[in-house]
């Protein structure tokens, strides 16, 4: 599904070059279930903008479902992001004067989804996150687990081939946090290739492969059982 190549990433900040992605080659399957850790300045939140086509690489490949991503201009890429990734954010990203069933509803607006297919999906999605009885409340009237739910459910409306979740946890307590993590692990077991960004290696557990970043370069790539040994 997803195949990256020798990429860089280098950012020039005056007179000083960064290299915040440098050289890393990797391959996830579909229907893996993959986090990638590191400390901050690791490069995870650079290589997490690479695979989600937020950000193109300097040099090197990245081929997603056999489409190279690197040859892509903006317009194309914010298509992919909209056809075949859902993005789960740590800050949930929830439209504030939107009901939940309207925010789980906006990614289907820009496919062009009719108005009646779109609630119809919306309710089903927010029926499996268990917010059947939260479809008309807004953000501010729902906790921040049912917030992150929201976000999962919108992640999941255009039938994304990939879910990509940025520290999905970060704004939880341990409780809910983990309430969040078995939903993301049902998807994967139910198909989902997931694909977690964290500092977090508690979360990081709840993943299948755990690919360590250091300093822009690929540390460790190990299952989960291996890496946490």
Not at 24 to 42: N, T
Not at 65 to 82: F, T
Not at 171 to 194: H, P
Request: glycine share 6%; hydrophobic share 40%; with cysteine.
């Amino acid at each position: 599904m997803i195949t990256i190549h020798d990429i860089t990433k280098r950012y020039e900040m005056g007179s000083n070059i960064v290299m915040a992605v440098d050289g890393i080659s990797l391959d996830i399957q579909e229907g893996e279930f993959v986090a990638i850790v590191g400390p901050s300045g690791s490069g995870k939140s650079t290589l997490m903008n690479i695979i989600g086509c937020l950000d193109v690489v300097t040099s090197g490949t990245y081929v997603l479902n056999k489409i190279p991503i690197q040859e892509y201009d903006q317009d194309e890429l914010a298509d992919i992001r909209n056809q075949q990734i859902g993005f789960i954010f740590q800050q949930f990203n929830l439209l504030p004067s939107f009901t939940a069933i309207e925010n789980v509803m906006m990614p289907m607006t820009y496919a062009k989804v009719t108005k009646k297919q779109r609630e119809i999906k919306a309710a089903e999605l927010l029926k499996l996150v268990g917010l059947e009885d939260r479809m008309d409340h807004k953000p501010t009237e729902l906790s921040g687990g049912q917030q992150q739910r929201v976000s999962i459910a919108r992640a999941l409306a255009n039938s994304p081939a990939i879910i990509l979740a940025d520290e999905p946890t970060g704004a939880l307590d341990s409780k809910t946090g983990k309430e969040v993590l078995s939903l993301l692990k049902k998807l994967n077991n139910d198909g989902k290739t997931v694909i977690v960004i964290t500092h977090d290696h508690e979360v990081a557990r709840f993943a299948n492969r755990v690919i360590t970043l250091k300093d822009g370069k690929v540390l460790t790539d190990l299952p989960m059982e291996e890496a946490y040994v």
